[in-house]
């Protein structure tokens, strides 16, 4: 069954360093989002993308973060210079259309550290 | 316009059955409800499209009342499996929000 795959599972980085997510979604799909979860906390949602630029973000997705779709496949979230408060897992998703007629598929995320 | 769970914890016996309830102030286009156990990621169980909807899954099911923007969860004759945070997803736009999570425990 195709699945959404993120790299690294997990990242020790230190504060005010970058950070670059990968997700390569499942292939026919065409919205993407990121999510994030602070450790037992709630799910949140970061940023949907749709036909190469954002559709919509949540106030979290502040100026350090952006996203990419570099080649067709990956599809990456780049946090500029992290802060303490940026650890959490990060969780991409992917869907075939985005007017929730549709699952959603989520990665297993990438576990990120800020130290 | 995060949609309002209900309630936040839930302890049970193996057999017993609970109710989860997910209500939002927007109107909505439809309802996802996701499992997620402690340290993975949410595994998606169902959606509902429409108002009066009602699905299964085992012996899980759902309803969505599209007038009331709500949607509950119902689990019955619950297993130790069923034991995680419960999230409803709630679709307005091209966009999902997820509640804050109803944790339900099932004990022996």
């Known amino acids: 069954e195709p699945e959404v795959t993120q790299t690294p599972s997990h990242q020790v980085t230190q504060m005010g360093q970058e950070v670059i997510l990968r997700c390569v979604p499942i292939s026919n799909h065409l919205y993407f989002y990121w999510y994030r979860q602070i450790l037992g906390q709630k799910v949140e949602f970061l940023v949907s993308?749709?036909?190469?630029?954002?559709?919509?973000k949540s106030e979290i997705f502040d100026d350090q973060f952006s996203v990419e779709r570099p080649d067709g496949s990956n599809f990456t979230l780049k946090i500029r210079s992290t802060k303490l408060e940026d650890s959490a897992m990060y969780f991409c998703?992917?869907?075939?259309?985005?007017?929730?007629?549709?699952?959603?598929?989520f990665g297993e995320g990438s576990w990120l550290t800020v130290v | 316009q995060q949609p309002v769970q209900s309630p936040q914890a839930v302890i049970l016996r193996e057999g017993e059955d609970a109710v989860i309830n997910c209500s939002s102030s927007?109107?909505?286009?439809?309802v996802h409800w996701y499992r997620q156990k402690h340290g993975e990621a949410p595994v998606f169980l169902m959606i509902?499209?429409?108002?009066?909807e009602q699905k299964g899954h085992e012996k899980i099911s759902a309803s969505f009342n599209e007038k009331k923007q709500q949607s509950s969860l119902y689990l019955t004759a619950s297993q130790l499996s069923y034991s995680g945070t419960y999230f409803c997803?709630?679709?307005?736009?091209?966009?999902?929000?997820f509640g804050a999570g109803t944790r339900l425990t099932v004990k022996p």
């Open positions: 997803g709630t679709v307005n736009n091209n966009d999902m929000r």
């Open positions: 927007k109107a909505l286009y439809s």
């Open positions: 998703a992917s869907s075939v259309q985005g007017q929730g007629g549709n699952t959603i598929y």
């Open positions: 993308f749709y036909n190469n630029e954002i559709s919509e």
């Open positions: 509902l499209l429409k108002g009066g």
